[in-house]
């Protein structure tokens, strides 16, 4: 069964820094091409990032918003998906998803709060 | 940059009858393999999105037949063809085929049972 389980979410100030993690299990991690997707309070969804699988290079891609704040890295070692988020604002605010690509899996996510 | 647009944002069916939501993009997204990279995903109330469609038409595992999915260019449709309580939620649809900006969503379509 594949799982996928976020951590790591919690209230920072704007301007700080959190690193989220997502640990993987049910599936080849190495080759999986993996994303970020967030979603703020009753809003919609919205792409963040992704890494791909090792044997297409292991590349990074970001949205626009995040660009330049955000950096995704994976740790094939210990099926594990991170997402080290720096600089952040209040419209970071919302559930942060990871998913996998390919068949898609999403794990129940992790709530980023940013706010003074 | 792409804008994918939904239509209508909120929709309100009986049981047992059919439902339809649009997808338009701003851009065409047949990609540059021939592949056109447009998905269809569900967010029921409370629990994480789940992917219906991949690839316009095809459904993921475990979707219902009910759901389908059509279209081609820069107009998609959604059809449930005979709507179950378990179909309450928001709908999204997702275009993969242009980079950047990357994947992109629709703004959702909420759909509740009248």
Same mark, same amino acid.
């Given at each position: ?116 | ?44 109330? $409370? ?5 219906? *469609?991949?690839? %316009?038409?095809?459904? @993921?595992? /475990? =979707?219902?037949?009910?759901?389908? !999915?059509?279209?081609? $260019? ?5 059809? *449930?063809?005979? %709507?179950?309580?378990? @179909?309450? /939620? =928001?709908?999204?649809?997702?275009? !993969? ?18």
């Amino acid at each position: 069964e594949v799982q996928l389980v976020e951590s790591g979410g919690g209230f920072v100030k704007p301007g700080g820094s959190l690193r989220l993690s997502c640990a993987a299990s049910g599936f080849t991690f190495s080759n999986a091409w993996l994303s970020w997707v967030r979603q703020a309070p009753g809003k919609g969804l919205e792409w963040v990032g992704r890494v791909k699988g090792k044997i297409d290079g292991g590349t990074t891609e970001y949205a626009a918003p995040v660009k330049g704040r955000f950096t995704i890295s994976r740790d094939d070692s210990r099926n594990m998906l991170y997402l080290q988020m720096s600089s952040l604002k209040a419209e970071d605010t919302g559930v942060y998803y990871c998913t996998t690509e390919g068949d898609s899996y999403w794990g129940q996510g992790t709530l980023v709060t940013v706010s003074s | 940059d792409v804008v994918m647009t939904q239509s209508p944002l909120s929709l309100s069916v009986t049981l047992g009858q059919p439902a339809s939501i649009s997808c338009r993009s701003s851009h065409s997204l047949v990609y540059s393999d021939g592949n056109t990279y447009f998905y269809w995903f569900q967010q029921r109330p $409370g629990q994480s999105p789940r992917r219906l *469609i991949y690839k %316009v038409s095809n459904r @993921d595992s /475990g =979707v219902p037949d009910r759901f389908s !999915g059509s279209g081609s $260019g820069t107009d998609f449709t959604l059809k *449930i063809s005979r %709507v179950e309580a378990e @179909d309450v /939620g =928001v709908y999204y649809c997702m275009q !993969g085929s242009h980079w950047p900006p990357g994947y992109t969503f629709g703004q959702g379509t909420k759909l509740e049972i009248k």
